[in-house]
């Protein structure tokens, strides 16, 4: 469609949209790491698993087993009709709507397998495929739409391809390993297009335009964070304990205004464009200083300006003029409007339960106060404040490592607390470009730099800060790419940039090696080396600039991933011990001088730095009961009791029970508590051509493994293949030997530094062949050799879990108050991690859940999401829906077809200010994911926790005169939690180095006929925190979260275009891209179908086996 038919059709999309959702909020994003087969074990996993504590035998669980015939639509392909594509037709109107979708209803064709059949069935790489029931003809868009991603073909006749997802069929909407479909790029059936998300933008100001970041997820306000349901738990020994937090006292009768500004510079002929923010912030200064009847103002360095008095003339703009680079430059200041009035009334009502929503503006408008003398003196990064006078750590590639402290408010239940702690973050190197560029790429590029390492950088570091050196005046830029050579990159001086544009009129062209020579009597060094494509603010024309007379700014983080070799030096840099972080956060609290702050006494602002806030074990708490105020005892502090961990003893099948001791318990002479048959497995070396010593390392590890693996429980058929010494080449070759030859284990030693070699062996392993991969490094395993029992002893839990089996049992029913056998658990984890290196990179979602009745064991879906143009928020997994059905059904079809009657579900990655738009969205899709499993069945109720880890709250022990770590178990559920909300800290594991972290849990969702007292979240929490089935201690967050992170961090080895039908980098662009220039800013233009994704596809054999430990 030509380009006006395309922004005319658009513009009266949104003055509809306008029209029928006059109240659309916008809400501003905040800104600020197996099915067991039979032959495996030698009874039937669901029988073996069922009989583990006795969790289904014997006992009715509340939903009947699934029949078979639904079971059925689990695992049987259909192929849809031809008719289910009508190529010419016009796709109808869709609803806009956030009720869930009505109950599916079986069809009547269902034929039930029989058991022979059902026995027969392979384990499904995700476990079952697409199964359309009906002939309903799915139509495609209209031509004036934009198109599905072009991974997709147009041929496909899969309806998931047309954005149709039908919801009434039982069968999961997941395909099987090289089952022709497409990509899964549908949109949700109870959501409309454009008319009902939200349009979350953050405003890019400082390159005198906007450039919006929108969110594509749609707003179902129907769901809202849920309160407290008690006063808080009570199990555990009560301790007291510190915390780095520090009570604030605020001016609550205070008003502060809320002006809308504007700061530009104007050069000599009257030209204006946005000021910097070093350049903003020093206006501000400036009139302050001058201007003796301006009022005290504090100010955002954007576009925000805030006061206790009213502006008297806002009308009238303000004109400075700044010496910079010994030249005087004219700023003006323009106040356009009041924008609003903010009391700090609401603070308080919040802290007293009086509002339910966290006052944000009143909450930043305190926090820029803070700012405000720290600016002076302190490089500002968001929360985070860092001494300009450091050196950096050099971690020699262009990055170096600052030491700093983080500094936010915190509304609790005591009231507003500051919140100080340590931070490290890394920045670029301010140093010239040729030598950063040498060292970012570890190597001397002024001998050459190839096309496709330009390529590279360019991704890697486009954007970055960078200003020129040969110029009077420091004139700063973007890195937007670069050019030809400057010694043959040619032009004509009057259409130059702005430092060359006064050149000798003349329309000859030159190159830039030839310019600076004639200009700036400069003789370039490196003419051979491309230019840098330079741009400033709106500026859309290139200013090309010779490297080596340009410089990295200072002070700009640098995001790109640390090696391995960089993280062990900043983890011995930012690791620190308890006392010393506690001494450290007491100096930094004295050096802020609070009470000398001429801002803080806008409103009356004390800090009471004279000790951290202390949390006592037992405290008097006061609460509402019937509009009038009592006071209750509390337990503000407390250490839960860990769980009995459960193994097998001797030869027989008694279970033995280990204590845990401080985070830790003992295999010692314990066998797993289910362990596998192996019949047939090889050891493969995948390196450099080994030695005679290294031959004999090999052998003997090779002689004594299935030995120690015995001991463990291992029952094992067969020697230990091992295949002769290969060539690096060969190693597909070998795994499809072995996997030939019916290894259930190749175990793979790797003797390279190249971390594709991993990855090849686990997508040829579990993407292609279907086979159980265990990698050992070559360098551990030499260290091991005179320990070797216990190298595999830690080795063996892996294995064991990988093949099927269990590790050990921990009873997480004994964790409630009021637990029935009756009772089903299936706890899952979910997490989303993103590319720190690019936003045009995608997500990965990782969903696992537990799939039998002891929870031990997991299975794990993969998905990428996929932002347009790096331009779109994801604060939600698209399909969250169909992974959470494809899982329930595997959880069925090993427990007999048993379903779960409670559900929890621990969500990481989702900060305090998406809390809504992913509880309304993706408890909606839970739901959803069991209305089409269940059918006619009572569904369970959900719980939906969130999980925080990257937070600042610090916690410590003062015992005999010094200052320690909190132990493991220990609990905080009042005093710097919510005030209304369901939360609590939880420490789990023990710190062997440095401080301990806490980790925040936030109840979002517990269903009304679920009722969990504080005390029986808690406790599950915290058992769940020991059911790691790869180590015998209790980590930091529970198990199911664990392997959700482990399993999207697994993901960077593996190939999401394995086993698809087409291939696709995500990035393709739509067809009419090119004409349709306006929608990159238009903020109508996003929506669910901006996120593409694409599901990880593995071979059936080990699709649901915990490939990810």
Known sequence: MPNKNRKAQRAAQRAAAAASNNNENE?????????????????????QLANVAGLVENSPVTNPPLSSATLKSAWTPQAPPASAVQPNATAPPQTVSSE??????????????????????????????FSPQSTTSVTPKPAAQKSEPSAVPKATANPLSQGAYRTDRAASAYPMARESISSLTTTDSGISLRQSRSQSVISNRGGGGRRFLLSAVPDTANLTPMLRPDAGGSKGRPISIYTNHFPVQIDYNATVNQY???????????????????????????????KKDFPVVWYDEGKTLYT???????????????????????????????????????????????????????????????????????VCVKNQFYNRKQTLDDLHDGRGMAKGFYQA?????????????????????????????CEYLREDITKGFPDYKVKVFRQIIRDLLIETEHTTRNIRYKLH???????????TPREASEEISDAAPTLQEITVEKYFEQKYNIKLKYPHLPCIDARSGPMKRANYLPMEMVKVVEWQRALKPLDTTQR???????????????????????????????????????????EMLQIKGIDLLEIDLDHKSSLIICFSARILNPPEIRFRQGQGQNEIVESVNVGKWRIGRNRFYQAPEIKSWGLIYYGHNPNQQMNKTIDDFANQLPELLRRKGFIIRSDLKLVPIIETSNIEKSLTEGSKKGWQLAIVILNTDASQSYSDVKQIGHQKLGLRTQCIDWKALCRNMDKLHMYVENLSQKINVKLGGINSIVNTKLALTQSSRNDLFMFFGADVTHSTSSTDRPSVAAVVASREPTSSLYAARLCEQYPKKGRCSIEIIKELDKMVEDLLRVFARTCNGHLPNKIVFYRDGVDEGHFEKVLGNEVNKIKEACRRVYGNRPLPSVTFIVVKKRHNTRFFLYENGQTLNVQPGTIVDQDITHPSQFDFYLCSQAALMGTARPTLYHVLHDDDNNKFSSD??????????????????????PAPVYYAHLAAYGSRSLDFDANHPTHSDGNDKDDNDDEDVDDEDDPTSYSLEDIKTKVMIFDPKVANDMWFI
């Not at 929490?1021 to 059911?1027: A, D, F, K, Q, S």
């Open 27 to 47: 809400d501003a994003i905040d800104n600020p790491t197996s099915t067991t087969a039979t032959s495996v074990l030698q009874s039937s996993p669901s029988t």
């Open 100 to 129: 869930p979708s009505a109950v599916p209803k079986p069809t009547p064709d269902q034929r039930a397998p029989s058991q022979a059949e059902l026995s027969a069935v392979p384990k499904q790489a995700w476990a079952s495929k």
């Open 260 to 290: 809308d500004v504007e700061i530009m510079l104007i050069d000599q002929d009257g030209n204006q464009r946005v000021a910097r923010k070093d350049e903003r912030w020093k206006v501000m200064q400036l009139i302050a200083q001058k």
């Open 308 to 378: 206790r008095e009213l502006l008297p003339d806002i009308t009238k703009p303000i004109r400075v003029q700044i010496e910079r680079d010994t030249q005087m430059r004219t700023f003006q200041l323009t106040i356009k409007n009041l924008v609003r009035q903010e009391m700090m009334e609401n603070i308080l009502k919040f802290v007293k339960k009086q509002l339910r929503t966290r006052p944000r503006e009143a909450v930043r408008v305190i926090e820029t106060l803070f700012k405000q003398r720290a600016r002076n003196e302190l």
């Open 409 to 437: 408010l915190f509304l609790t239940r005591l009231g507003p607390t500051l919140n100080v702690n340590l931070t490290f973050t890394c920045f670029y190197m301010p140093m010239n470009f040729i030598q950063f560029a």
């Open 481 to 491: 790419g670069f050019g030809r050579p400057a010694n043959q990159l040619a032009f």
């Open 568 to 610: 062990a030096r900043t983890t011995s840099k930012s690791i620190i011990k308890p006392d010393q972080r506690y001494k450290e956060i007491m100096n930094i609290m004295d050096s802020r001088d609070f009470e000398q702050d001429p801002y803080l006494k806008q409103l009356n602002i004390h800090v009471d730095k004279t």
């Open 1016 to 1037: 029986d979240i808690q406790q599950l929490t915290y058992w769940l925190c020991h059911t790691d089935m790869r180590c015998t201690k209790s980590v930091s967050i």
